[in-house]
T-cell receptor, first 113, second 113 residues
Framework: AQSVTQLDSQVPVFEEAPVELRCNYS??????LFWYVQYPNQGLQLLLK??????LVKGINGFEAEFNKSQTSFHLRKPSVHISDTAEYFC???????????FGGGTRVLVKP | GAGVSQSPSNKVTEKGKDVELRCDPI?????LYWYRQSLGQGLEFLIY????????KSGLPSDRFSAERTGGSVSTLTIQRTQQEDSAVYLC???????????FGPGTRLLVL
């Protein structure tokens, strides 16, 4: 079975500062990795995904993530955040041959002016 | 184009009553998923439909939960004899047959009194 750990439940950050959200996973088989964002009272929106190839993945809204197989990590970064980035962020994995997503517990990002 | 839609957006019910939650996937998506998002358990997979194949029901928490997908499109999640611990946001997602990206609906917020 897969598991996902998001090490920070909350991350306060000032506007225009960089942010990094940490995600570690555990799996005995090959997995695909995803980051989703959830704005208040909305569903989940895909930010980016890693399937194969380059370990540095660029997504929407200026976010990027790096897959590190040896450290089983998939940390999300943004060099300069905006107030509108205030949301909850979820890391998720899926078995390459599977279908269902396994999510981490989420990280709430609060961007302060 | 139209995304995944869910209805109702909010549902308040009394303990012991049955509820039905509806999901309309993106047109052309053959895969459909239900997840539950609750304070105590985070985001959990419930059930997965793919075309005419038997659904993957491995995430359903009890036999009070059931789901069906009619005509390969609309899906209904039914919770019988609701309990207070069923209070959560129920999210539906759909994808193409190769489920690289799951697209989520806005969810149904269920409150059991």
């Amino acid at each position: 079975a897969q598991s996902v750990t998001q090490l920070d439940s909350q991350v306060p950050v000032f506007e225009e500062a960089p942010v990094e959200l940490r995600c570690n996973y555990s799996s005995s088989v090959s997995v695909y990795l995803f980051w989703y964002v959830q704005y208040p009272n909305q569903g989940l929106q895909l930010l980016l995904k890693y399937l194969s190839g380059s370990t540095l993945v660029k997504g929407i809204n200026g976010f990027e993530a790096e897959f590190n197989k040896s450290q089983t990590s998939f940390h999300l970064r943004k060099p300069s955040v905006h107030i509108s980035d205030t949301a909850e962020y979820f890391c998720a994995v899926r078995k390459a041959a599977g279908n269902k997503l396994t999510f981490g517990g989420g990280t709430r990002v609060l961007v302060k002016p | 184009g139209a995304g995944v839609s869910q209805s109702p957006s909010n549902k308040v019910t009394e303990k012991g009553k049955d509820v039905e939650l509806r999901c309309d996937p993106i047109s052309g998506h053959t895969a459909l998923y239900w997840y539950r998002q609750s304070l105590g358990q985070g985001l959990e997979f419930l059930i997965y439909f793919q075309g005419n194949s038997a659904p993957d029901k491995s995430g359903l928490p009890s036999d009070r939960f059931s789901a069906e997908r009619t005509g390969g499109s609309v899906s209904t999640l039914t919770i019988q004899r609701t309990q207070q611990e069923d209070s959560a946001v129920y999210l539906c997602a759909s994808s193409l047959a190769q489920p690289e990206t799951q697209y989520f609906g806005p969810g149904t917020r269920l409150l059991v009194l």
